[in-house]
């Protein structure tokens, strides 16, 4: 299964989010766009896509505030985009959590760049155990996050879109009890009107997936009431 990484574009001038649009979909994006902060701060909320490109200068709200909302409930990795060269947008972005930071007029070629760079910054940071090779393993357990695959012993589990997202969640947070408040905020934004149920069924079709017995987890625990817990790295 080939799951595209989703980019939303923020940016309010037609022609640079037409030109933007148009670089990340010939290169194999999923993408999708806003040219205001409300209407961006919703489609975040809304889709959880896996990369932001943020205009700083829109027409509504600062783009520095929606980085700010942002960062009160997801790592999401944006890249702001602005005409201002102040070295103060700069400092202050990055400082708030923004992963990069691009001038206009920029090329194709360093904004694909960027976007891979936080893409794969995003995914490794977070734990040591998926280190340089962007995989991480616990037994015959193994998430390729530059493949956006799941294999067990050597066999693609083919995971749907979401069991994929919970699954690489909890590998990069192998070890640590994530609750299920955190897993939907980080999966379908704050505010959504998900509940636990739809973390059970994924969970269980995951765990027919990936576990020998269902009954008798070896790889992504239950902690009742609280959460769920991926096996530590190897
Ligand atoms: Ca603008």
């Known amino acids: 299964m080939d799951i595209k990484e989703k980019i939303l574009v923020v940016e309010d001038e037609k022609s640079i989010q037409s030109f933007i649009c148009t670089i990340l979909t010939a290169n194999g994006y999923d993408v999708i766009s806003a040219s205001s902060g409300s ?10 896509p896996d990369l932001v490109i943020l205009d700083l200068g829109l027409p509504d709200i600062d783009g520095l505030d929606i980085l ?5 409930w997801t790592l999401m990795p944006v890249i702001v985009v602005s005409a201002r060269s ?4 700069k400092v202050t972005a990055l400082d708030i959590g923004a992963d990069d930071y691009i001038t206009k007029p920029f090329g194709a070629s360093e904004l694909l760049a960027r976007i891979r760079t936080a893409i ?8 040591a155990a998926v280190g340089q090779s962007g995989k991480f393993t616990t037994g015959g357990l193994t998430i390729d996050y530059a493949k956006r695959r799941v294999y ?11 069991e994929y997202k919970l699954v690489s969640l909890l590998g990069m947070y192998a070890g ?5 408040d955190s897993i939907l905020k980080e999966l379908w934004g704050p505010g959504s009107r998900e509940d636990n149920q739809i973390l059970r ?24 009431g609280v959460g769920y817990r991926m096996a530590e790295g190897d």
């Open 152 to 162: 067990v012993d050597g066999e693609d589990v083919r995971l749907t879109q979401n």
């Open 39 to 48: 209407e961006a701060y919703s489609m975040i909320t809304s889709h959880c």
């Open 68 to 72: 700010r909302a942002m960062r009160q």
């Open 176 to 180: 640590k009890v994530l609750t299920y």
């Open 86 to 89: 102040y070295e103060r947008d």
């Open 201 to 224: 069924v994924n969970m269980a079709n995951i765990r027919r997936k990936i576990e020998k017995n269902p009954a008798e987890p070896q790889y992504i625990f239950t902690e009742v």
């Open 120 to 127: 794969r910054h995003t995914r490794t940071s977070t734990n």
